[in-house]
């Protein structure tokens, strides 16, 4: 039973630059949401999608963006990097659009912006 | 925002001994989850207990939920090396989970 996978692992970009970060749910789930967690803090909430359509958002700006393709995997896009994006990405997938049932999370990207 | 809030932040503790973590948190909710980090890595989901539950055992954890001072409690028992992590309250309600700062535990062998 395959869980969930991200890549890359790890990832160095410079202020202004565009960053795609992807996702991979547990076999069976539909249901992809994605976190920010800054060093030293919890996760923080991006936003979810399901049936390939952004469900929920976080309080996050615009230059964050996603996409859910038909095999469920998705993607994360942030634009305009900052040096405040740096952080640790979590994707986690769940089953039928639901955000309050328990999450499955993969093992994170580690985005640092210089 | 961060609706969950840890206490302690920092806990180090004996192997064997039983470790107690703490979560206060603000709204109404449907449940309330526990999860556990282990050196920055994913996060892996330990144990749900709904608005209606007061109390569940998994293993050896306990949890404990109150909703009228709207509080919750992780009591680890008989710690060992391997439960040094970082644990983390989620509150779920009608927004997507919200977690809070977290609980570093350090089990000394």
């Known amino acids: 039973d395959a869980g969930v996978t991200q890549s890359p692992t790890h990832l160095i970009k410079t202020r202004g630059q565009q960053v795609t970060l992807r996702c991979s749910p547990k076999?069976?789930?539909?249901?992809v949401s994605w976190y920010q967690q800054a060093l030293g803090q919890g996760p923080q909430f991006i936003f979810q999608?399901?049936?390939?359509?952004?469900?929920q958002r976080g309080n996050f700006p615009d230059r964050f963006s996603g996409h859910q393709f038909p095999n469920y995997s998705s993607e994360l896009n942030v634009n305009a990097l900052l040096l405040g994006d740096s952080a640790l990405y979590l994707c986690?997938?769940?089953?039928?659009?639901?955000?309050?049932?328990?999450?499955?999370f993969g093992p994170g990207t580690r985005l640092t912006v210089l | 925002s961060q609706q969950g809030e840890e206490d302690p932040q920092a806990l180090s503790i004996q192997e064997g001994e039983n470790a107690t973590m703490n979560c206060s948190y603000k709204?109404?909710?449907?449940?309330l989850q526990w999860y556990r980090q282990n050196s920055g890595r994913g996060l892996v989901h330990l144990i749900l207990i709904r608005s209606n539950e007061r109390e569940k055992h998994s293993g050896r954890l306990r949890v404990t939920l109150d909703t009228s001072k709207k509080s919750s409690s992780l009591l680890i028992t008989a710690s060992r090396a391997a439960d040094t992590a970082s644990y983390f309250c989620?509150?779920?309600?009608?927004?997507?989970?919200?977690f809070g700062k977290g609980t570093r535990l350090s089990v000394i062998a």
């Open positions: 709204t109404s909710i449907n449940n």
């Open positions: 989620a509150t779920a309600g009608n927004t997507p989970l919200v």
């Open positions: 986690a997938s769940s089953l039928g659009g639901f955000s309050s049932h328990e999450q499955f």
């Open positions: 076999s069976g789930h539909d249901t």
């Open positions: 999608y399901y049936e390939e359509e952004e469900r």
